[in-house]
């Protein structure tokens, strides 16, 4: 089975979240390598790189510079050995599915433009959403795929 998997929980592969032991195990039941489009890349680097600097709620930065090498690391070597790789994909076609499920949900629905964004990958042949957000998975639900949902 072919999932496609959004930045948040590609994430959690890399740097460690709470629910990053369940994001593993959900990885499981899904065909290798994982596919990333190149959204999902930079998504998850920008993510990393801003909680360098980016104050949790005792003041200091999310994530340690430490932390973050080595994280990035992980998903350098995710690429090198091809467990993780970039998905090939026309992007005008995926700038035209997401545009499409505007049209169709953009005024009855809570829907973020990212979230357009990783639920048009969804015409690209995957079987699956996973997600780590509850608004993206109801989202992938309404639009009429199989959705799971990571929960906290």
Do not use: C
């Not at 930045?7 to 390598?33: I, Q, V």
């Not at 350098?76 to 545009?99: H, I, K, M, P, W």
């Not at 357009?116 to 996973?130: K, N």
């Amino acid at each position: 089975m072919r999932g496609y998997f959004d930045s948040g929980f590609l994430f959690k592969l890399y740097w460690r979240e709470p629910n990053s032991g369940a994001a593993l195990a959900t990885l499981r039941k899904f065909h290798p390598p994982v596919l990333m489009s190149r959204f999902n890349e930079i998504e998850i680097l920008h993510v990393a790189r801003r909680k360098t600097w980016l104050a949790g709620p005792g003041g200091l930065p999310q994530m340690t510079l430490a932390q973050f090498q080595a994280g990035l690391s992980l998903f350098e070597n995710g690429l090198q050995t091809g467990v993780l790789a970039r998905l090939e994909v026309d992007y005008d076609e995926v700038f035209d599915a997401a545009s499409e499920l505007s049209r169709r949900f953009g005024q009855t629905m809570p829907v973020k433009t990212a979230d357009l964004l990783h639920v048009a990958m969804m015409e690209f042949g995957f079987d699956e959403f996973v997600t780590a957000d509850k608004q993206q998975h109801d989202f992938a639900v309404r639009a009429g795929y199989v959705a799971t949902f990571l929960s906290s």
